[in-house]
Structure formats: structure tokens, C-alpha cells
């Protein structure tokens, strides 16, 4: 093996990603703190990380899409980059044998390397808000085309955003349940609780009901 072949298999990545999903308690992480419960998690099932370079050197992780503190998740999407290859059946075996209670890695898949990232591949979301009379606010406020303007607060700035073309679909399962499908992702992505704002704002639901509202992403849609 010539010095380029060598260089070249030593700094090869092995992508694989992960499908996880998260609840009690572990729906209380904020996104920083599920970053470093995985990254405790992988070094203690030995998996071979790939390593960021510079004075900092971290695990080379991308979240799809960062999950907010108290919601819940059914197949969330997680990149990892290894050093080398490895079984995906035995890289699912031993992160679930070394995760806290709460998270659970459902599939380990081996991906190619892509030079756009898995966080800017997001392209929608589909979720489940439960709270009392959700659907009859839904049925009163999304049945019609008029615009949602609703009060958005970014780096401490407030806006007011209509988030009426951020749905892409919605239906309800029972008087308190509500399935949505929006968009998301870096350029367009819509809150949850913006949608429960608005109901509130609207008058249609109370804002005790959207303070204990349950939030479960059920899935991310890549482009």
C-alpha cells in the first residue's frame, strides 16, 4: 500500500445512521444534554468514533433536527461517523445496552458519506399534540385560508409570522388528539407550540390545556 492509499483508508468515514426515539424521563433533555448523553453513550459501547480535529476534538454527531425540552419522540434521526466499519446489528446491540432509561435506537443504517449534512436534509415533520378540545380548535381555525399570524420570539427578538403555509396537512384522531405534518427544517420549520399559541391567542383552547399539552414527533421527512 502506497503512502496515499494509506492516508486515504486512515481518514475514511463510516456514516450510520441512527432512528431513535425518546420518553419519560428522558424528554426532559434539553438538546445539549441528549448531544452529550450519546456521545457518553457510544464511547461506553466502544464504538469507533471518527473525531472533529482542531484544539476541541468532538465526536463527529449531526441531530437531524434539535427536539425541544418535555416533547417526545418516535423516530428521530441521528448521524455517526466511525473510523472504521462496523455491524450495524451489533452497533444497534450495544448502544441500546449502554443508553439511560427513556432512549432506545430502533435501526442502525449504513449511509454514504454526503457532503450535505443530515441536519439540511430536513424537509418536514409529522407530530401529535394532545390537549383537551384540540381538535375543536383544530376544525375552527385550520379548516379556514385566512392567514395564522401568530407572535414568533428568535434571539429576543418578536415577530409576527403566519404560519398558515407551514402546514401541510392535519387531521384529528379523537377530541383530544392532532395530527399535524409541517414543515421543517433550517429554512422553514414550525413549532408546535406556536400552532398551541394560536389556538390560545384564538380563544379556542385554555392556556392551562396547551401548558400540559403532550407533543410527540412521530417522524422527520427527509428532501
Known sequence: MNKNESEAQSAAVFVY????????PAIWLGHLDMMRTFERSLRRAKIPLAWSHGYNPRPQMVFALPISVGMAARADLLDVSCSEPIDP???LRRINSNLPAGISVSECIAVEQSRDSLMSMVDQA??????????????????????????KVRKGKTSSVDIRPLILEW??????????RVLAGSSSNLRP????????????????SADDAAIIRLKLRLK
Open 126 to 151: 409529522e407530530y401529535l399534540l394532545e390537549a383537551e378540545n384540540i381538535c375543536m380548535a383544530a376544525e375552527v381555525v385550520l379548516s379556514g385560508n385566512e392567514p395564522m399570524f401568530t407572535e
Open 89 to 91: 446489528a451489533d452497533f
Open 17 to 24: 445512521r441512527l432512528v431513535f426515539g425518546r420518553e419519560e
Open 171 to 180: 387531521k384529528c384522531h379523537q377530541q383530544d388528539s392532532l395530527y399535524i
Open 193 to 208: 407550540d406556536l400552532l398551541l399559541k394560536h389556538f390560545v391567542d384564538q380563544g379556542k383552547i385554555a392556556q392551562l
